[in-house]
């Protein structure tokens, strides 16, 4: 089991940034992470994702350009910069650590979610 706790959620106006944090336990470091988010009545949507080294990020093509996906594995934690949001942004976002085959991540351990809202 990995410790995850989002952080950083908050209401935006349409066009401004929010920094997600996700600390973890020391664990952090050896995994892959990625965030997630749903909106009301869809599926979890992936987002992003990094290597355990943080060599390697994928993005979905609605965030590519808008948000930045890093990590510390000094500290064990990882972060999501948005900026640019949109309303349709509006989801609550989960951090997540997992494992990475064919450039494809599967998330494993999840977060409680931190609701971000963007206003019109």
Same mark, same amino acid.
């Given at each position: 089991q990995v410790e995850l706790v989002e952080s950083g959620g908050g209401l935006v106006q349409a066009g401004g940034s929010l920094r997600l944090s996700c600390p973890s336990d020391r664990t952090f470091s050896h995994y892959p992470m990625g965030w997630f988010r749903q909106s009301p009545r869809k599926e979890r949507e992936f987002d992003a994702a990094i290597s355990w080294s943080g060599d390697s990020t994928y993005y979905a093509d609605s965030v590519k350009c808008r948000f930045t996906i890093s990590r510390d594995n000094v500290e064990n934690m990882g972060f999501l910069q948005m900026n640019g949001l949109k309303p349709e942004d509006t989801a609550?976002?989960?951090? &997540?650590?997992?494992?990475?085959?064919?450039?494809?991540?599967?998330? &494993?351990?999840?977060?409680?979610?931190?609701q971000v809202t963007v206003s019109s």
């Open positions: 609550v976002y989960y951090c &997540n650590t997992g494992h990475i085959l064919d450039d494809t991540y599967s998330p &494993n351990y999840w977060g409680q979610g931190t």
